[in-house]
């Protein structure tokens, strides 16, 4: 993926080159035909007086000059915009090279027919888009998809998005009402969250300057107190900014509490810490699920070709299972994944891994295997063993 995004950039580089040094070459030239036509202008008006009478055909003898000159310069850049032309054809056929649009071939058009599976699909759709404050665009797919979805789900979401919306316009009140109605889940998660929120309102204040002296006094009163123990030195510093009040903190060794960069800051505490008292991951299963999909896809299509030239295509055959290790990163793992040590396979919904009594694991299709009548032989230890004490087990 990154070598194509490359090598379609390099192309338009090319273009973008092209385009800058035509541009600085066409504005020499115009500025040197304008120069021309503005000669021309002078030696006219200079020839027509009295004493130096202009013959007609001197006079379309100049004029002809300088219309075959504009003639000239005008089919010049015309040929050079042409030139340009084929080196933007180059970057589509770099695009079409670098970037494979068929992906037909790995898809799997049953999948959506099975069971409620099409369903599940519009609801994991909806709580992406009311994840994204889009309530609008879920409500209409829930009633063209005819899904049914509880109410009180949505609710949180759509509070979420217009505190969200609040902040992104610079309004922390909602917030800072929220973070006052949750503050004890907050403190159990170890959150600083309704503390910045009034440290940003402090800085907010800061930025009036002398005529909030008084209010900021008041507010540092009324709300810092309760963070006195926790954030003193965070407070010390707050009101050490006090002191440049007057003389505009955006000169001060303060300059820094006035960067913008706070707001996206707090955007995204919010969005952490309302996710976390939802129970819900940050990022919507949607855009996970989509993002790992991008990272394994080019792999996906490889091995699926080398599967079908070497003609071998009993190879992968099951759905669970990948036929090669694709990593996604760190970001995509949530849970450990489990390798039967006898099957070598890893397991699945249809071959869990149990745990045997002595504490060894093994899948279940091994531990079938492995029983004899109503005695199983641990591989590892080997404890004799009842196989229907073994226990199934969930990552
Ligand atoms: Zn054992």
């Not at 008006?45 to 219309?67: A, G, K, Y």
């Not at 990948?322 to 099957?343: G, M, N, T």
Request: glycine share 4%.
């Amino acid at each position: 993926m990154a070598t194509s995004v490359e090598n379609v950039e390099r192309e338009t580089d090319k273009v973008m080159h092209k385009l800058q040094e035509l541009s600085k070459h066409r504005e020499q030239t115009l500025s040197d035909l304008i120069q021309q036509i503005e000669n021309y202008q002078q030696d006219l008006s200079m020839l027509t007086s009295p004493e130096n009478e202009l013959t007609e055909i001197q006079r379309d003898l100049l004029l002809d000059n300088v219309i075959k000159k504009c003639r000239n310069t005008l089919n010049q850049f015309s040929a050079e915009h042409r030139d340009i032309h084929s080196s933007v054809s180059r970057v589509g056929k770099a695009i079409d090279k670098n970037f494979i649009s068929d992906y037909i071939c790995i898809g799997n058009e049953n999948l959506f027919e099975e069971g409620d599976n099409s369903a599940t699909f519009n609801k994991v759709i909806v709580e992406h888009f009311l994840r994204q404050g889009k309530s609008d665009i879920a409500e209409r797919l829930i009633q063209e998809a005819k899904l049914d979805i509880d109410t009180k789900a949505k609710v949180p979401y759509i509070k979420m998005n217009k505190i969200l919306d609040a902040l992104k316009g610079r309004n922390l009140e909602p917030a800072l009402e929220w973070a006052k109605t949750h503050r004890e889940e907050l403190l159990k998660n170890n959150s600083n969250f309704e503390f910045k929120l009034h440290r940003l309102q402090f800085i907010e204040l800061l930025r009036g300057g002398m005529k909030n002296q008084l209010q900021l006094i008041m507010y540092s009163r009324t709300y810092f107190t309760q963070f006195a123990d926790k954030y003193s030195s965070e407070i010390q510093v707050l009101m050490g900014s006090l002191m440049y009040l007057k003389s505009g903190l955006e000169h001060s060794p303060y300059a820094y509490l006035l960067d913008p960069n706070n707001w996206t800051e707090i955007c995204n505490m919010f969005t952490k810490e309302a996710c976390s008292l939802l129970e819900v991951s940050v990022e919507s299963p949607l855009s996970v699920t989509f993002n790992a999909g991008c990272i394994a896809l080019p792999a996906l299509i490889n091995i699926k070709q080398a599967i079908q030239q070497r003609h071998v295509q009993g190879v992968w055959s099951s759905r669970d299972e990948l036929p090669i290790e694709i990593d996604v990163s760190r970001k995509c793992h949530y849970h450990s994944i489990f390798a039967c040590p006898i099957l070598r396979q890893q397991s699945s919904d249809n071959n869990p891994p149990m745990k045997l009594q002595c504490g060894h694991v093994i899948s279940r299709d091994a531990l079938n295997k492995l029983t004899n009548g109503s005695k199983l032989k641990c591989p590892y230890c080997p404890v004799e063993q009842n196989p229907a004490d073994a226990r199934l087990i969930y990552f």
